[in-house]
């Protein structure tokens, strides 16, 4: 938990019951292994009823929290952003850690045996570190893009969709948005594109948001933008109110996409298919071990040691 200062400017008292409030919200979140985004801190924070949904007052907690790490009153780990990714180099000290490591990590193409090709697809990046985990434990490939894929990418899914329609499999895109003109509208036209692109239905299902899940979870709205095109046709079917998947707390959103992924599965293959894998494992395993006393490379741990440089 580091609590690093970088400034000793004093805070005004408003700004530290802000601070006190956020770091109680991040403090429960973190002890489940799950930091926030500042949307996310938001939103929880709207919920319970420690903040009004405004723009202004997000922008305010952006400010605050800011403040907040650089005066050493808030763990710099609570807080995540996935809009930025470093590309960490993968790095051994000898060949029995990256033997471990790849025992570790060994998996098995579980969804061939179920005849399905899986992606989930996200429109909010914001919410990748919550989805994120729930794609890694279910072998699902996750792609995060801001709004609309882009038509190279696009064009590059068809082609693994194509290759793995080609193989007998039934391909099914998972998409999460928000519940907004265009948000919507996402998910219509990624299913347009694909299936202009590989010639062939493509089944894209909406994980959400949905109208159910903003009942449900009793979720804080946004004004829609008037200025999106959509926003006619959004008011005619759903009024003038808009929802972010950020108002879905960690845990709710983890469980709507894991229930999805749950609901396509024939669990007496999965398991077979994990069996497999565990037994898959003890090969690099036991040479891992094998390795470990009779290693002539010796790398000193600082360098590297664990898979990244420090």
């Known amino acids: 938990m580091p609590f690093i200062a970088y400034e000793n400017t004093d805070s005004r008292r408003p700004t530290l019951d802000t601070t006190e409030q956020a770091n109680g919200v991040l403090a ?33 907690l952006v400010t605050v929290m ?7 009153l808030t763990d710099w780990d609570a807080i995540q952003d996935h809009t930025a990714v470093a590309d960490a180099l993968q790095q051994w000290s000898t060949p029995a850690e990256m033997l471990a490591h790849a025992a570790r990590t060994f998996a098995v193409p579980k969804w061939a045996a179920q005849s399905l ?11 990748a570190c919550t989805v994120a ?7 699902v490939p996750l792609t995060a893009s801001r709004g609309y894929p882009s038509l190279s990418y696009s064009f590059r899914a068809s082609q693994r969709f194509q290759t793995a329609m080609e193989a007998g499999y039934s391909v099914k895109v998972l998409h999460l948005a928000d519940h ?7 998910t219509r036209g990624i299913r347009e594109r694909l299936e202009q692109l590989t010639g062939e239905p493509v ?18 709205p946004n004004p829609a933008k008037l200025s999106d095109s959509r926003a006619g046709r959004y008011a005619a079917d759903h009024g003038s109110k808009t929802w972010e998947l950020e ?29 497999n894998e565990n037994h898959a494992r003890r090969l690099p395993s036991e040479v891992a071990e094998a390795l470990k006393s009779n290693s002539g490379l010796n790398v000193p741990r600082a360098c590297g040691a664990g898979g990244n440089n420090p």
Not at 119 to 126: A, D, I, R, T, V
Not at 180 to 186: C, H, I, K, Q
Not at 260 to 274: E, G, R
């Open 133 to 139: 985990p729930i794609c890694r434990a279910w072998g």
């Open 247 to 275: 108002a879905l707390s960690p845990d709710a959103l983890a469980g709507i996409l894991a229930s999805q992924i749950q609901a396509l599965i024939d669990p007496t293959l999965w398991q077979a298919t994990l069996s």
């Open 180 to 186: 907004s003109p265009t948000g919507l509208d996402e």
């Open 203 to 220: 089944t894209v299902l909406r994980v959400g948001l949905n109208k159910s899940q903003i009942e449900q979870f009793e979720l804080p």
């Open 66 to 72: 800011t403040n907040a790490r650089l005066r050493g």
């Open 28 to 60: 429960e979140y973190m002890a489940a292994g799950h930091p926030l985004t500042l949307k996310q801190l938001h939103y929880r924070m709207v919920s319970l009823g420690l903040a009004h949904n405004s723009q202004h007052n997000y922008d305010r």
């Open 117 to 127: 090709h899986v992606e989930c697809w996200l429109s909010k990046p914001s919410v």
